[in-house]
């Protein structure tokens, strides 16, 4: 079970990295965007030479230090060396905390000093940045003046492209390449590709924002189009919001997400719920529920609530005659109890596939399917789970929607595979 598990895990971070390592390659061969400074039009008029601007100050008009708050650093070792005194960093600390506590000053985090150009090099402004975007601006040249502010964050499309090929993963893995845009989209295709099963030669293609501060990268913004070939079919995603819902459809505008059903039998008595706590009706003692009964006559046919594989079919002690469906890298379920199995391992099922019969196997006092729901690797209560609502594209926003996938679709069939450009040498 260990051993499984780990070869799970490994997989999944092999998966990962290939898939980063080759959106890596294909980020510094597809987009050489130069990032250009911001520069204020009216103030290089007049001087015609560009002002370096930052925080809303000219900072060329200081003597500029900019460093990362060490561990167990203080704002007090950090101003006192710029003649910022005891009283004042004191004061300053107060009057700061309606606006930004500084004990919340975090060791990592960037912070700027811009002291006077004279001979004592006095600080006049410090400025601390609890993120990338976000700073706070300490305006210490009379009273202490403290004010909130936020970079301008430039949002720039990309693309990225890349076939998946074990192989190479090695030669790149010295490269340090995050892994957010595979993580997302794993999360889009989770539906309908299992990325456990990614195999040598799949492709795919991917149009996305990625967020600038100071023409410096701060991460991946909306995944706006992808197409994913996975055995030879492709899969498309494409973004498209309705109202306040964000949701990613195919080519033929319906949702990527599938609900699952609501219960595994089509008639049934819902005969005890998920629960913390309750009296065992065979062992006789309080003990956690981590499923939800539903009573039904023996023989009842029991529906795999989605599509999905099978990777248990086996009778245990408790569990009787059971079933276990993994639907994707997210959600899994099992069935309890049946008088028969219909079944076997790696069998691929569809949701409403017939999967067992309803009986009373294992521990139980009557005729019932106990149903187990799993939300990455963790026992939920699927009653209480939102699930996707799984709608297609409204009637009313289809002509929104048909513009942008002509748009994007043709932006897809632009970029080029690794495997076009060695065609084109
Ligand atoms: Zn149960």
């Known amino acids: 079970m260990i051993k499984k598990k780990i070869r799970l895990v490994s997989s999944v971070l092999t998966v990962l990295l290939a898939v980063s390592v080759f959106l890596f390659i294909n980020r510094y061969n597809s987009s050489n965007e130069q990032f250009e400074p911001i520069i204020e039009d009216s103030l290089q008029v007049a001087s015609h030479l560009p002002i370096n601007r930052e925080f809303g100050l000219a900072i060329d008009s200081f003597v500029v230090t900019k460093e990362r708050i060490k561990p167990n650093e203080f704002l007090a070792n950090i101003l006192l060396p710029h003649h910022i005194d005891y009283v004042t960093i004191d004061a300053l600390a107060k009057k700061s905390k309606p606006i930004f506590d500084v004990r919340k000053m975090v060791a990592g985090k960037t912070y700027t000093i811009l002291a006077s150009k004279d001979s004592l090099q006095k600080a006049q402004y410090f400025i601390y940045q609890p993120n990338a975007i976000d700073y706070v601006v300490y305006d210490l040249?009379?009273?202490?003046?403290?004010?909130?502010?936020?970079?301008?964050?430039?949002?720039?499309?990309?693309?990225?492209?890349g076939i998946i090929n074990s192989s190479l993963y090695l030669t790149l893995q010295e490269n340090e390449v995050s892994p957010a845009l595979a993580v997302r989209l794993s999360?889009?295709?989770?539906?309908?590709?299992?990325?456990?099963?990614?195999?040598?030669?799949?492709?795919f293609k991917v149009i996305y924002d990625e967020k600038f501060v100071d023409g410096?990268?701060?991460?991946?913004?909306?995944?706006?189009?992808?197409?994913?070939?996975h055995y030879n079919t492709n899969f498309y995603a494409f973004h498209f919001k309705q109202g306040d819902n964000?949701?990613?459809?195919?080519?033929?505008?319906?949702?990527?997400?599938?609900?699952?059903?609501?219960?595994p039998l089509k008639f049934s008595r819902l005969s005890s719920r998920y629960t913390m706590k309750r009296f065992h009706p065979v062992q006789k003692r309080w003990k956690a529920h981590l499923g939800t009964d539903y009573a039904a006559p023996t023989g009842t046919p029991?529906?795999?609530?989605?599509?999905?594989?099978?990777?248990?079919?086996?009778?245990?002690s408790a569990n009787g005659?059971?079933?276990?469906?993994?639907?994707?890298?997210?959600?899994?379920t099992q069935y309890l109890h049946m008088s028969k199995r219909n079944v076997k391992v790696g069998q691929r099922v569809r949701q409403g596939d017939i999967i067992g019969f309803v009986g009373?196997?294992?521990?139980?006092?009557?005729?019932?399917?106990?149903?187990?729901?799993?939300?990455?690797?963790?026992?939920?209560?699927?009653?209480?789970?939102?699930?996707?609502?799984?709608?297609?594209?409204?009637?009313?926003?289809?002509?929104?929607?048909?513009l942008y996938l002509k748009?994007?679709?043709q932006k897809l069939d632009l970029i080029r595979l690794q495997i076009d450009l060695m065609a084109a040498n």
């Open 141 to 161: 040249r009379d009273s202490i003046l403290i004010y909130e502010g936020q970079k301008e964050v430039e949002i720039v499309e990309k693309t990225a492209a």
């Open 187 to 203: 999360e889009i295709f989770a539906w309908s590709i299992d990325f456990y099963r990614i195999q040598k030669g799949d492709w």
């Open 216 to 229: 410096e990268s701060i991460g991946i913004g909306e995944i706006k189009a992808v197409e994913f070939n």
């Open 246 to 263: 964000d949701d990613y459809f195919d080519e033929e505008a319906n949702s990527l997400r599938k609900a699952f059903l609501k219960s």
């Open 302 to 316: 029991i529906m795999s609530t989605g599509d999905g594989v099978v990777i248990e079919s086996a009778r245990k």
């Open 321 to 332: 005659n059971y079933v276990k469906v993994k639907h994707n890298s997210v959600y899994t």
């Open 360 to 402: 009373s196997t294992g521990l139980a006092t009557g005729p019932h399917v106990c149903y187990r729901f799993w939300k990455n690797d963790k026992q939920v209560d699927h009653l209480k789970q939102d699930f996707p609502s799984a709608e297609p594209v409204l009637a009313e926003n289809k002509a929104a929607f048909d």
């Open 407 to 409: 748009e994007y679709k």
